[in-house]
């Protein structure tokens, strides 16, 4: 396997420089408003939907009412395997740019329309039934997403800054986080809990609106993936992705799920639990501490995600992909169960540096994951590849990881068994991503290849 981009494709000057540097803005930025989007609905899911949606269940048995409410979270990973083979597919054969201007514009709407929808108590019913098919298109744009900013940043990328390039979109995640929870925390703080519980949850959803019309123009002005313009060029019409990529590749799709299990699901503990384990009474299984500084010290600790992804990223690039992750995943088992010591103190300082602990462990395992999986498939079949391997990685780790976590805690009273149930999904992901032979380097131009992933 050749280790260097043809010189025929290198990219070169100001101009390719300019337009790199719009590659990085428009996939980290267009990532950002989409996980946004996404995290949004975490965040209510975890303070305000149950009563809301689930009124009589909520009435009755509050920790079941929550436990449904963060399993709605969960249903619309189910769709994201769907919306990573549509969007695999088209990418594949229409190009990256497209399917992510459309993949933007899907979530952005079905965000605003959960800021509109009716709740329990005005329709009965249909509300929880909209609100679910709602978070369905959310699911299935949010599945077409990822792969594309992933690859559309790694294949403008110089051979020796894939990491680095590919860690822009990764950093959409948690600015994305901290976006939707600063929000919340401004609102909390400004209008109150009851108001916020009332009509003020419903302003973060609408203000989607504005943000997807800002990425949409950013994401416009980017030019196609030079892999796929070089693609084209080399045949008339693509082949069919997804059924070649059953037949030939489904070992990297296995391993590239299986990478990312322990990371999403720690990431869907600081993302969906975290906040509301440390905010609701102590009756109801929380610690019962003031929700404005819970939610304003999660954003802060936020951004030791987002330094640490960048950092991962460049690492990769140095020590390789497989190394960094092997790191990472060592990191997060190692912190997984004593965080949850310092946030059963219910002391806001230390909850605050058991977070960002923990989101510092995250990076590692983050941030070189464009460039691997980039680097784990060949040309024709890469976005079909990357986006169903992520999206099945994110079923098996962060769909019902805040759920899990509700029913350890319940069945357990131990903080400490979530923390074990991180450890050993970091395991299973330590081994996955041992079981690959370092891509570092290889030709992203090579169609039908097919990259070997035993050591």
Known sequence: ???????????????????????????MVGTTIEWYDFFIYAQAAGLVLAPLFLAPLSGANPALAQVLSFATIGISFLFRPLGAIVAGALGDRFGRKRVLVGTLVMMGLATFLIGVLPTYAQIGVAAPVLLILLRIAQGFSAGGEWGGAALMSVEHAPVSKRGFFGAYPQIGVPCGMILATFVVWVLTATIGADAFLAWGWRIPFLLSFVLIIV????????????VFQLMQKRRAQASAPLGRLLRRNSREVVLSALIFVANNAAGYLVIAYLATYASRPVEEFGLGMERGPVLLATTLASFGWLASTLYGG?????????????????LLAAWAVPMWFLVDTANIYLYFVGLLVFTLTLGFS??????????????????????????????????FAPMIAELLLTETGASWSIGAYIVVLAAVSFAGVSLVKEPKGVDLHVEGTDPDPTP
Not at 3 to 26: F, K
Not at 215 to 226: A, M, Q, T, Y
Not at 314 to 330: A, N, P
């Open 1 to 27: 396997m050749a280790h260097s981009d043809p010189p025929a494709t290198q990219p070169a000057g100001a101009a390719d420089t300019r337009e790199r540097r719009r590659v990085l803005a428009g996939t």
């Open 215 to 226: 990425g949409h123009l950013i994401r416009k002005s980017v030019e196609e993936s030079p």
């Open 314 to 330: 460049i690492l990769s690039d140095r020590l390789g992909r497989v190394r960094t992750f092997q790191l990472g995943y060592v």
């Open 366 to 399: 983050y941030g070189p994951q464009s460039a691997l999986y980039a680097e784990m498939f060949p040309a024709e079949i890469r976005y079909s590849g990357v986006s169903i391997g992520y999206a099945l990685g994110a079923i098996l780790g962060g769909a």
